[in-house]
């Protein structure tokens, strides 16, 4: 979490973006800002357009209008495939489903689109592989392949992939969803050291204590629109919204049930 | 030694009413192993070109562009429903005539009988593979490569480095029986002349009459490369097995 | 059968851009070259009755792997080493054997006629090419047939045999019934393949369609003509064997296991 309040460079911008599936508007004029170095957390309920937010920021899905702007890239201009792939190479994204490429091994998970893609030389990536994944806490696992690990460590390798590309940003969507509740601890304490260390990143989580712990900005999206958007501390506990303070306080009444009956 | 084992032999053959004389004689057996040899060639020259156009045409097939996908789709259909036998026919009398004309006579054309052979009879599999493969990459989950795009990989890079190897993966057993197809195929070479296996037996039996002694061996011979194809496939496929991995 | 009449009318919506385009190209041809149009309708009737064999001799060959290959497939499934090892030793080697030289085999090894009861009756080559292609078939069928059979669950055999039907009653009135559905397609696929396989027949000089063309080109002589009686010959395989495709795939997809 950013400290000093001297004004950073932004970093992603939309402005109001709008985007539909066929008949269905997903999006309905979304306005979001992130700084150089935030960390933001998009939270609210299933089916408010939280993911599609990410996806259009990296360009898999296109905006119908609006304004995205990531790093200077107008990134709802962008045409050719050409374009986007230039934008992807600095955006990472992690998905809630690791889609880690089964034929390849850990290693080669990671090293495959520096070297690839960015023509670093292999034992310049490799040693970054290594480093990341030490960072994931997996070094042993460097020559495993994806269906031997637990989802929990599967994730990991995800999220040092991604960062193999050194990218100026970060999305990650409902990275916890598909864990088991045991797994999810690990993968969040990973991405809690990478938001200490000041990446910028964009999360999409169900993981209120843990949005509110590491965020610099939360923003809340309902029906294809951000409601609210504002630190922590005045989301959770000062917002005038009764929206927010429902689906905020549902998630704390369950949580709260929870460690009652597991006696915390 | 060598001659000692074949004449007891071809006593002991004999014995059982199977005349292997012609073993013999040394012209015969040099006609009949070049014949060997040249179906050796054709298997071997024709597999890699079948290979690489099957994955060529399941490139383009999955391509999502229609001027690259249709007449790809209209080639696989049209070489899968006719003969192949008819189609060498066509290559050889039909199109290798227009060639010999264009170039200025037969003497100034440079492709021979064998070339004709290698070209159909591995574009012809090629067909067979390129289905195989177009389902092997349709058939890889999409969200994985929505991550390879996202990674910042083309349509290229994504179908060499991820959907590719995947499809080989689940294909190779489709591919292999195609690879067994494929040196059955080579037989009809001995239509237009090409001294395989099958061309060279018919010039010794229609001397000999020993239909039956030649047959047996030439089927053990097709045995032969068959199994040590679909060896090298059970190869293959150990070495890409993935650990964790189910296919 | 509404099953099976409905995936057929599919396969023929499917299949009609292809025939129309076929007949567009043919007809635009047609209209380009008549000299080469009248020629190639007066050598028509003598390429159609070539054709007419090849349909024969791949419904013949069918017909005889089919019924040799439901035996050996049952005898690859049988208990008894005796019975099973002689069926597993013929699918893998006649799997393997070039239909070309399994065609050579039978034209050659087999008289040009045989005695029945006294009289001498002729045994000609198109009738050795049915059995040169019958006898992979055979192989194929015996293939297909086991595949279907064990795909029906072992608890189907239990529950038949709990209520007291031996072991060929079970086959015959719970197992095969249930085999059907799965072997139809992969049958169908093996039907254009040998219809495929019976140009080959022309090599040993069997008069059929490619024999026909060949003839023709010869007789005819002219460049235009080759290249047009040769593409004939494609367009008829091809417009017989594309839509069983066509129906094979879609019965596929039909009967695949949801």
Same mark, same amino acid.
């Given at each position: 979490? *950013?400290?000093?309040?001297?004004?950073?460079?932004?970093?992603?911008?939309?402005?109001?973006?709008?985007?539909?599936?066929?008949?269905?508007?997903?999006?309905?004029?979304?306005? &979001?800002?992130?700084?150089?170095?935030?960390?933001?957390?998009?939270?609210?309920?299933?089916?408010?357009?939280?993911?599609? #937010?990410?996806?259009?920021?990296?360009?898999?899905?296109?905006?119908?209008?609006?304004? #995205?702007?990531?790093?200077?890239?107008?990134?709802?201009?962008?045409?050719?495939?050409?374009?986007?792939?230039?934008?992807?190479?600095?955006?990472?994204?992690?998905?809630?489903?690791?889609?880690?490429?089964? $034929?390849?091994?850990?290693?080669? !998970?990671?090293?495959?689109?520096?070297?690839?893609?960015?023509?670093?030389?292999?034992?310049?990536?490799?040693?970054?592989?290594?480093?990341?994944?030490?960072?994931?806490?997996?070094?042993?696992?460097?020559?495993?392949?994806?269906?031997?690990?637990?989802?929990?460590?599967?994730?990991?390798?995800?999220?040092?992939?991604?960062?193999?590309?050194?990218?100026?940003?970060?999305?990650?969507?409902?990275?916890?969803?598909?864990?088991?509740?045991?797994?999810?601890?690990?993968?969040?304490?990973?991405?809690? /050291?990478?938001?200490?260390?000041?990446?910028?990143?964009?999360?999409?989580?169900?993981?209120?204590?843990?949005?509110?712990?590491?965020?610099?900005?939360?923003?809340?999206?309902?029906?294809?629109?951000?409601?609210?958007?504002?630190?922590?501390?005045?989301?959770?506990?000062?917002?005038?919204?009764?929206?927010?303070?429902?689906?905020?306080?549902?998630?704390?009444?369950?949580?709260?049930?929870?460690? $009652?009956?597991?006696?915390? | 030694?060598?001659?000692?084992?074949?004449?007891?032999?071809?006593?002991?053959?004999?014995?059982?009413?199977?005349?292997?004389?012609?073993?013999?004689?040394?012209?015969? =057996?040099?006609?009949?192993?070049?014949?060997?040899?040249?179906?050796?060639?054709? =298997?071997?020259?024709?597999?890699?070109?079948?290979?690489?156009?099957?994955? *060529?045409?399941?490139?383009?097939?999955?391509?999502?562009?229609?001027? +690259?996908? +249709?007449?790809?789709?209209?080639?696989?259909?049209?070489?899968?429903?006719?003969?192949?036998?008819?189609?060498?026919?066509?290559?050889?009398?039909? &199109? !290798?005539?227009?060639?010999?004309?264009?170039?200025?006579?037969?003497? $100034?054309?440079?492709?021979?009988?064998?070339?004709?052979?290698? @070209?159909?009879?591995?574009?012809?599999?090629?067909?067979?593979?390129?289905?195989?493969?177009?389902?092997?990459?349709?058939? =890889?989950?999409?969200?994985?490569?929505?991550? *390879?795009?996202?990674?910042?990989?083309?349509?290229?890079?994504?179908?060499?480095?991820?959907?590719?190897?995947?499809?080989?993966?689940? *294909?190779?057993?489709?591919?292999?029986? !195609?690879? =067994?197809?494929?040196?059955?195929?080579?037989?009809?070479?001995?239509?237009?002349?090409?001294?395989?296996?099958?061309?060279?037996?018919?010039?010794?039996?229609?001397?000999?009459?020993?239909?039956? /002694?030649?047959?047996?061996?030439?089927?053990?011979?097709?045995?032969?490369?068959?199994?040590?194809?679909?060896?090298?496939?059970?190869?293959?496929?150990?070495?890409?097995?993935?650990?964790?991995?189910?296919? | 059968?509404?099953?099976?009449?409905?995936?057929?009318?599919?396969?023929?919506?499917?299949?009609?851009?292809?025939?129309?385009? @076929?007949?567009?190209?043919?007809?635009?041809?047609?209209?380009?070259?008549?000299?080469?149009?009248?020629?190639?309708?007066?050598?028509?009737?003598?390429? @159609?009755?070539?054709?007419?064999?090849?349909?024969?001799?791949?419904?013949?060959?069918?017909?005889?792997?089919?019924?040799?290959?439901?035996?050996?497939?049952?005898?690859?499934?049988?208990?008894?080493?005796?019975?099973?090892?002689?069926?597993?030793?013929?699918?893998?080697?006649?799997?393997?054997?070039?239909?070309?030289?399994?065609?050579?085999?039978?034209?050659?090894?087999?008289?040009?006629?045989?005695?029945?009861?006294?009289?001498?009756?002729?045994?000609?080559?198109?009738?050795?090419?049915?059995?040169?292609?019958?006898?992979?078939?055979?192989?194929?069928?015996?293939?297909?047939?086991?595949?279907?059979?064990?795909?029906?669950?072992?608890?189907?055999?239990?529950?038949?045999?709990?209520?007291?039907?031996?072991?060929?009653?079970?086959?015959?009135?719970?197992?095969?019934?249930?085999?059907?559905?799965?072997?139809?397609?992969?049958?169908?696929?093996?039907?254009?393949?040998?219809?495929?396989?019976?140009?080959?027949?022309?090599?040993?000089?069997? $008069?059929?369609? +490619?024999?026909?063309?060949?003839?023709?080109?010869?007789?005819?002589?002219?460049?235009?003509?080759?290249?047009?009686?040769?593409?004939?010959?494609?367009?008829?395989?091809? +417009?017989?064997?594309?839509?069983?495709?066509?129906?094979?795939?879609?019965?596929?997809?039909?009967? @695949?296991?949801?």
């Amino acid at each position: 979490m *950013a400290q000093d309040h001297t004004p950073r460079p932004i970093l992603v911008e939309l402005r109001d973006v709008h985007l539909s599936f066929g008949a269905a508007e997903v999006l309905k004029g979304i306005d &979001l800002t992130v700084a150089k170095g935030d960390a933001v957390s998009i939270i609210g309920p299933s089916g408010s357009g939280k993911s599609t #937010i990410l996806r259009c920021i990296n360009g898999l899905a296109q905006p119908h209008t609006g304004r #995205i702007t990531v790093a200077g890239t107008r990134v709802d201009t962008l045409r050719t495939e050409a374009e986007r792939i230039a934008l992807r190479k600095r955006v990472g994204i992690v998905f809630q489903q690791y889609n880690l490429f089964p $034929h390849l091994t850990v290693l080669e !998970n990671i090293t495959l689109a520096p070297t690839r893609i960015l023509k670093v030389p292999r034992a310049e990536a490799e040693a970054l592989a290594r480093d990341l994944l030490a960072r994931v806490r997996l070094a042993d696992k460097v020559s495993a392949y994806p269906g031997e690990l637990s989802g929990g460590q599967q994730q990991r390798v995800a999220i040092a992939r991604a960062l193999a590309m050194r990218p100026e940003l970060v999305l990650f969507d409902e990275v916890t969803s598909a864990l088991d509740p045991e797994m999810v601890g690990e993968v969040l304490a990973v991405i809690r /050291e990478l938001v200490r260390d000041g990446l910028t990143s964009i999360l999409v989580t169900h993981e209120m204590r843990f949005a509110e712990e590491i965020s610099d900005t939360i923003a809340f999206t309902e029906n294809g629109r951000i409601v609210a958007q504002a630190p922590p501390a005045e989301l959770f506990y000062r917002s005038g919204n009764p929206r927010i303070r429902q689906f905020i306080g549902g998630f704390q009444g369950y949580r709260d049930a929870v460690q $009652h009956r597991e006696g915390i | 030694m060598i001659d000692e084992a074949l004449q007891r032999f071809i006593a002991l053959a004999g014995r059982v009413g199977l005349h292997y004389d012609f073993l013999l004689s040394g012209s015969e =057996v040099r006609q009949w192993a070049a014949g060997m040899g040249t179906t050796l060639l054709l =298997v071997v020259l024709a597999i890699p070109l079948s290979l690489a156009a099957g994955i *060529a045409f399941a490139a383009a097939l999955t391509s999502g562009r229609p001027w +690259l996908a +249709l007449p790809v789709r209209a080639y696989v259909e049209l070489t899968r429903n006719t003969p192949t036998l008819v189609q060498l026919m066509f290559a050889f009398f039909a &199109l !290798n005539m227009l060639l010999s004309r264009a170039l200025g006579g037969a003497a $100034h054309n440079p492709f021979t009988p064998f070339f004709w052979v290698v @070209a159909v009879t591995g574009l012809h599999i090629a067909a067979f593979h390129a289905e195989a493969l177009r389902g092997g990459i349709e058939a =890889v989950p999409a969200p994985l490569v929505e991550a *390879a795009q996202a990674t910042g990989f083309s349509a290229f890079e994504i179908l060499r480095f991820v959907t590719l190897p995947l499809a080989l993966r689940t *294909a190779l057993p489709a591919l292999m029986n !195609n690879l =067994v197809n494929l040196v059955k195929l080579t037989t009809i070479g001995s239509a237009i002349a090409v001294g395989e296996v099958t061309y060279a037996s018919i010039m010794i039996w229609t001397q000999r009459d020993n239909v039956l /002694e030649l047959m047996i061996v030439i089927l053990l011979f097709f045995g032969l490369i068959n199994l040590t194809v679909s060896r090298i496939g059970h190869f293959v496929e150990r070495r890409l097995a993935i650990p964790g991995y189910g296919v | 059968m509404s099953a099976a009449a409905l995936p057929a009318r599919g396969a023929l919506r499917a299949a009609w851009p292809w025939l129309a385009l @076929a007949a567009g190209s043919g007809l635009f041809w047609s209209f380009l070259d008549a000299r080469l149009t009248r020629d190639l309708l007066d050598w028509l009737p003598y390429l @159609a009755s070539g054709f007419v064999m090849n349909v024969l001799i791949s419904v013949l060959a069918m017909a005889l792997g089919t019924l040799g290959g439901v035996v050996l497939g049952a005898m690859e499934l049988s208990n008894a080493r005796v019975v099973r090892a002689p069926a597993v030793a013929y699918v893998q080697l006649f799997r393997n054997a070039p239909h070309l030289v399994l065609i050579f085999a039978t034209t050659y090894i087999f008289p040009f006629e045989i005695v029945v009861a006294g009289s001498y009756l002729p045994f000609p080559d198109w009738l050795k090419a049915v059995l040169g292609l019958a006898v992979p078939a055979c192989a194929y069928v015996a293939e297909i047939v086991r595949g279907a059979i064990l795909s029906v669950p072992t608890s189907q055999w239990d529950a038949a045999r709990g209520s007291g039907l031996s072991r060929g009653q079970t086959l015959r009135w719970i197992i095969l019934p249930q085999c059907l559905r799965r072997a139809l397609p992969p049958w169908m696929n093996l039907y254009a393949s040998i219809t495929m396989s019976t140009a080959l027949a022309s090599l040993v000089g069997v $008069h059929e369609l +490619l024999h026909a063309a060949t003839d023709a080109s010869t007789a005819v002589r002219r460049d235009d003509f080759t290249i047009a009686v040769y593409l004939t010959v494609l367009a008829a395989f091809f +417009l017989f064997c594309f839509p069983i495709s066509r129906l094979t795939r879609r019965l596929e997809r039909r009967f @695949a296991p949801r």
